[in-house]
């Protein structure tokens, strides 16, 4: 079952966090030092803050907070993306080899 509204939504914001580069600086977000837009990430965000499942670093010379995951945001994190993908984010990627031939397999049409 992939997941929708909240949920899919609170998916996004702890998958954003844990990739990294997610900040915080006077109240606005940056990715990658990108401002991010403010329609959405912010909400989300803040009210994973709140809730524990994110948490803000000390700043940095220029004020910038980074965002980081929570024990228990990663844990809140593993059992969405297992209802995501039906499979566990902390196992390890499929075989290099493997992926590309069926995926060359499958653009060929073989």
């Not at 702890?14 to 977000?29: F, K, M, P, Q």
Request: with cysteine; glycine share 12%.
């Amino acid at each position: 079952m992939k997941l929708s509204g909240p949920d899919f939504f609170e998916w996004m914001g702890l998958r954003r966090a844990r990739r990294g580069g997610l900040a915080r600086r006077e109240g606005h977000y940056h990715d990658h030092g990108n401002p991010v837009p403010g329609w959405l990430i912010p909400d989300i965000t803040d009210g994973l803050l709140k809730d524990g499942l994110l948490e803000l670093g000390d700043p940095d010379e220029s004020g910038m907070r980074r965002v980081t995951l929570t024990e228990a945001g990663l844990t809140h994190y593993r059992q969405l993306c297992k209802r995501q993908h039906h499979k566990d984010p902390a196992a390890p990627p499929p075989k290099h080899g493997r992926a590309t031939a069926s995926w060359a397999r499958a653009v060929a049409g073989t």
